[in-house]
């Protein structure tokens, strides 16, 4: 690497959800000088495209206004992307299809852009300024709404042939399961995502009339959120930490048959539900180490991820800082 | 790459089971240049040792005899082995514990010597001179007794942090499932392999007198084969055809799985199984169209290896080929 790690060179790293846009300006070892958050006009494919470009635009011109030299754009975005094409195939909470993202910021922009998936950037944020760093073999998975992942292996992230590799959510673990929001019956995502936990808190909350959760939402499932449940679980409720175990149940089985398949040294777990991750942890290395072949389970490290909030913007960098330093600019 | 590819240079491979084992020299081709197959003394640790020296030894000989020009040794043998240490921890069907395989050929044979895990092996072996010769991106899948697996990402092989990657057998599939070999339930192995074919053979058979299962083989399960259930099959006899579309519908789950992990372009079956792949390929397609995201699952090829019998070979040759290339000489 011939690169100058002395000048004030920096990536703009986006962010793109569906609810708001993150863009932070972020430099070679991870630091974010530079920030702005806008609300994501998601319904109105056109207005959330005229809004992503002039929020990058001002970024840039923001960092030059500070002195800072902007070497590329990285985003990340939540949907099926192809990566080589910089295509944006289809996102599950914008109302954009079939989007040449990466060519109409780059112009826009003037600069290199690089778009990727917000899971496997935010796999590659990990091992660029996260829980990862300096691991070369580790799995990802970030667990929300929905679960969706990425895999290092030898120091480099599996992207695969499309570019969509990692979709760990969509593992099914029991053919007959819950109905997936993919349309299929027993995936991981099904199983262990925050959806699934209010499932299941609603569910055993419905049952038990004793219990915290039950006198708190009585049986209005709209009443049950992630933070309801995480809640009543922090304060010893039976419904919801019943709800955490089965999820920890489901997530432990995930982990395992990752284990198996990669063979990481680490596992890292995000997104909103890492934040009740302790509520889960003790669960998932238990079925860890009861329900994986020993031999393969055993020295792997099962941890939240450092990153919280800024995994979207800091993987988004990481996807920037990486495809400057190993592809032609485009 | 410098090396002179019109010399006659040649790998030893070798490929260790536990009824036998297969040496040959091969050149970088993939070309079988020499071939001798001897019996494993599988259950005497010490005796299968000094067969297997001695098989080596012999082989060098008789290379240098041909005026062949032996350049390494690679060894492919069943069991978790710790790769870069050239350590066999465990072998399923041989009294092997802890065995330091490679440095003991290296010493006997004066060459650098390569160890891996037979189905990692065989996957490299599709890779060097087989179905997925030039795809970069693939997951292989052998079927037999058990089922164990390896994936290309980026034109790598996955070994894995310890070098155990690749174990699709033991990917839970259905929690309340049969019971595996590992100990654990519902594992891909328990469900698609020869052994979960051949179970549910003689279940479907002892329920149905008519078939030409039972006339064939009444309720005696050991007389029951893959052959016999393969031969049915073939005739039409529902049993089997039932046997290999239980099978066939686990192994479409087992490879959507692999699909939405890995987004190989191409999947490839090998192992004693893919012998009657005809008679599991339609109905594997069948299920990994309908059960897999259609935008993920629906432009990979999934195809019978190419190598056949030669898989543990080549395999070996593929590891040796690589090891030379890619390491300092051990």
Known sequence: MTRDTTSRGCVLALDVGGTKMS?????????ILHRNVIASPARDPEKMLSSLLNLVSGGVESCRAAGLEVEAVGIAAAGFILQQDG?????????WSMVPLRDLVAKAAGLPVFLENDATAAAAGE?????????????????????????FTGGRINRGYRGTAGEFGHMTLDPTGP????????????????TALRRDAVRLASRDPGSLLYRQCG??????????????????????????????????????NLVHIFDPEM????????????????????????RGI?????????????????????????????????????
Chains 1, 2 share one sequence.
């Open 23 to 31: 863009l932070a300006a972020v430099d070679r070892q991870g630091g």
């Open 87 to 95: 295509l944006l195939l289809e996102s599950p909470n914008i109302a």
């Open 267 to 290: 596992v890292v777990l995000g997104g909103g539900m890492a934040g009740s991750g302790h509520l889960l942890m003790d669960n998932v290395r238990r079925v860890v180490a009861e």
């Open 219 to 256: 049986i209005d499932p709209a009443a049950v959120t992630g933070e309801t449940v995480s809640d009543a679980a922090e304060r010893g409720d039976r419904a919801a930490l019943g709800a955490f175990d089965n999820v920890g149940y489901y997530l432990g089985l995930g982990i395992v």
């Open 127 to 151: 091992h660029f300024a996260g829980a990862a760093r300096g691991v070369n073999d580790f799995v990802y998975l970030t667990m929300g709404t929905g679960i969706g992942g990425g895999a």
């Open 179 to 194: 109905m997936c929001g993919c349309g299929r019956r027993g995936c991981l995502e099904a199983l262990a995502s925050g």
């Open 294 to 330: 020993s031999c393969l389970v055993r020295d792997v490290t099962i941890i939240i991820s450092a990153l919280g909030g800024d995994a979207g913007v800091i993987g988004a960098a990481a996807t920037a800082w990486e495809g400057i330093e190993n592809e032609p600019a485009k």
